[in-house]
């Protein structure tokens, strides 16, 4: 049972790598007041999930879906995963530039990045 565990954990590290990182970003969005080191959360939560997505896409033994002259026969790694997380990366530079104007702007107006009195601000008004 205990030589069971290491072979598991090494053998699909990646996944688990996904997971802690899921983790991580988890925690920084949940856990944390500045809304900055909410956005680093974000950020590495989707880190994780393109790790995952990319990890789906292994094939063992697999090439890259490149042309092969005919006749030539060969197993292909699942390009798809790969062009879903170049879009999602496009989408998540996007969507992290615009959170950050949106801080700076929640700065400019309230003085403030920290949730809790950001709150209270809003309530004084």
């Known amino acids: 049972m205990i030589e069971f565990i290491p072979d598991v954990f090494f053998s699909r590290y990646n996944y688990w790598m996904a997971i802690i990182l899921m983790l991580i970003g988890l925690y920084a969005i949940?856990?944390?007041?500045?809304l900055v080191k909410k956005i680093i959360g974000l950020n590495i939560f989707q880190t994780a999930i393109y790790l995952f997505y990319i990890s789906f896409a292994e094939v063992r033994g697999g090439t890259a879906p490149i042309y092969l002259p005919e006749g030539a026969a060969a197993l292909y790694v699942n390009p798809l995963p790969h062009v879903l997380i170049l879009t999602a990366i496009v989408v998540g530079v996007s969507?992290?530039?615009?959170a950050l104007s949106?801080?700076?702007r929640i700065f400019e107006v309230y003085g403030t990045i920290e949730t809790d009195e950001l709150v209270q601000a809003v309530r004084e008004r």
């Open 30 to 34: 949940i856990a944390k007041q500045n």
């Open 95 to 98: 969507i992290t530039a615009v």
């Open 102 to 104: 949106l801080i700076i």
